[in-house]
């Protein structure tokens, strides 16, 4: 990427962060997360630069965020879960965390399968239409009505009784997940300028040691 480019992604993350964080943040439930995995998009998109037209790279940026949501909720569960079993934690190699202490709406979001908690985030969190949330998640439309029916039925049962909102699950998670306000972090777009920088090396180095063994190949097979 030239350096005019460098210019204009920078100026390009600093546009679209506050959206990209903020759903990340109705993704993840917590804010450090959320930075993960908003620059893990805008890495995606910077590694996608040259193909992507100004008009195209904000779409771009949050379908990224929407296709890593998955893959974070896997190893997110399996990291809690780690931390909530002694003798996994014991054996651990690296210092496990203990689970972060939430809320009980925030809980029961994070135990839902990536594809529910999506759904609702969509539709009550950012109140996209049906339409709308079957083209970003890449699913039938007919799916999206059932889907978040039973995202909210699981959130009920995953509810402590005393906890149970008695204007009903629907009507608290709207309030919930609306009400979400995200400042951009101070130095998050240096992070992610940093984590082109060093994705970019890293490639670099991969392509140095191609080439390394590829000429290695060559004068193995001429001096034969």
């Known amino acids: 990427m030239r350096s005019t480019d460098d210019g204009s992604f920078a100026a390009f993350v600093a546009d679209q962060a506050p959206a990209l964080l903020r759903t990340a943040v109705l993704l993840t439930g917590d804010p450090t997360e959320a930075v993960e995995l908003a620059s893990a998009a805008l890495g995606a998109v910077h590694r996608r630069w040259g193909e992507l037209s100004t008009t195209d790279r904000p779409a771009a940026a949050r379908a990224a965020l929407l296709a890593e949501h998955p893959r974070w909720h896997r190893r997110t569960q399996l990291r809690e879960a780690v931390a909530a079993t002694p003798l996994l934690r014991g054996l651990s190699?690296?210092?496990?965390?203990?689970?972060?202490?939430?809320?009980?709406?925030?809980?029961?979001?994070?135990?839902?399968?990536?594809?529910?908690?999506?759904?609702?985030?969509?539709?009550l969190g950012e109140g996209r239409s049906v339409q709308q949330t079957a083209a970003e998640l890449g699913v039938p439309e007919e799916t999206v009505a059932p889907d978040t029916l039973r995202a909210l039925d699981r959130v009920e049962e995953l509810l402590?009784?005393?906890?149970?909102?008695?204007?009903?699950?629907?009507?608290?998670?709207?309030?919930?997940?609306?009400?979400?306000?995200?400042?951009?972090?101070?130095?998050?777009?240096?992070?992610?300028?940093?984590?082109?920088?060093?994705?970019?090396?890293?490639?670099?180095?991969?392509?140095?040691?191609?080439?390394?063994?590829?000429?290695?190949?060559?004068?193995?097979?001429?001096?034969?």
């Open 160 to 224: 402590p009784p005393d906890d149970r909102p008695s204007a009903g699950v629907e009507a608290a998670l709207r309030t919930h997940l609306a009400g979400r306000d995200v400042a951009v972090p101070e130095g998050f777009l240096a992070g992610v300028l940093d984590g082109v920088s060093t994705q970019r090396r890293h490639w670099a180095g991969l392509a140095a040691v191609a080439a390394f063994f590829l000429l290695v190949v060559v004068l193995v097979l001429l001096t034969a």
């Open 93 to 123: 190699l690296a210092p496990v965390p203990a689970p972060p202490v939430r809320g009980a709406l925030t809980t029961a979001l994070g135990r839902l399968p990536a594809q529910q908690r999506a759904v609702l985030v969509l539709r």
